[in-house]
């Protein structure tokens, strides 16, 4: 049997899982919200928080997207049914924004990659996702130092404020 738990650790709303390396890795050029196609285990298992996007990304298969690699692990208490951990899940977006996507997928180096699943405010499984470019080496290292500089600026501001 599966193990219980109490109604208040389930997520009805709020982030299930961030890929926080997605903005490191790739310059995100457009950002779009789609739903996600899902059984009922997956959804139960999503409310526990059991849920992997770092090495999901987006195809297109037959004129839909679909996003590839998403890990969502087994519902404990499954029954006699259940799903697939890493299975192809279609995204449900506008007929404008599939036509975008896929003229976007089309070019040389674009990546859609995954960056935050999360229940939206209706309780309804949204997933975040953004058209990327692949950064160079020298580009992270920009980064790195945008964020440091960031970071030492702030603690110059405070320490100047108290003095």
Known sequence: MGIKKAKAEY???????Q????NFDYEIEERYTAGIELSGTEVKSLRQGH???????????GGEIYI?????????????????????????LTKKEIREIIGSLSKKGTTLVAIKLFFNDRGRAKLEVGLGRGK????????????????????????????
């Open 11 to 17: 997520i009805s709303v709020g982030i299930v899982a």
């Open 19 to 22: 890929n926080r390396r997605a």
């Open 51 to 61: 849920a992997n996007i770092n090495e999901a990304y987006g195809i297109e298969k």
């Open 68 to 92: 590839s690699n998403m890990f969502i692990a087994e519902y404990a208490n499954k029954g006699y049914s259940s799903h697939s951990e890493k299975r192809d899940r279609k995204l449900l």
């Open 136 to 163: 160079k080496l020298y580009d992270k290292r920009e980064s790195i130092k945008e964020r440091d500089w960031s970071r030492d600026k702030q603690r110059i501001l405070v320490q100047a404020k108290y003095r």
